[in-house]
Nanobody, 121 residues
């Protein structure tokens, strides 16, 4: 079992910044990738940004140029620095981790409990 604990959400005015953090703990051999997704009522959860255990990153078009994802492999943490926030960024943001239980096992997918980000206009 892997546990993901998020922090850093809150209320911010449009144009402002927020930093989300997520720490992974529990039983795993390795973390293949960590990322951030978001969801608004009535919509599907969507990718915001993801980072592999190397340096490879992938961003949603809406996040490019405004958000930066970073990872500390030694601490099993992932951060999302969000700048130039817009009201449409308002959502519950979920941390995600793709892990392996052993060197030869398949991938397991875990989610955090979510943290609310609200951007006021």
């Amino acid at each position: 079992q892997v546990y993901l604990v998020e922090s850093g959400g809150g209320l911010v005015q449009a144009g402002g910044s927020l930093r989300l953090s997520c720490a992974a703990s529990g039983s795993f051999f390795s973390i293949h990738a960590m990322g951030w997704y978001r969801q608004t009522p009535g919509k599907q959860r969507e990718l915001v940004a993801i980072i592999s255990n190397g340096v490879s990153t992938n961003y949603a078009d809406s996040a490019k140029g405004r958000f930066t994802i970073s990872r500390d492999n030694a601490k099993n943490t992932v951060d999302l620095q969000m700048s130039s926030l817009k009201p449409e960024d308002t959502a519950v943001y979920y941390c995600n981790a793709v892990t392996r239980r052993t060197h030869f096992s398949g991938f397991d997918n875990y989610w955090g409990q979510g943290t609310q980000v609200t951007v006021s206009s």
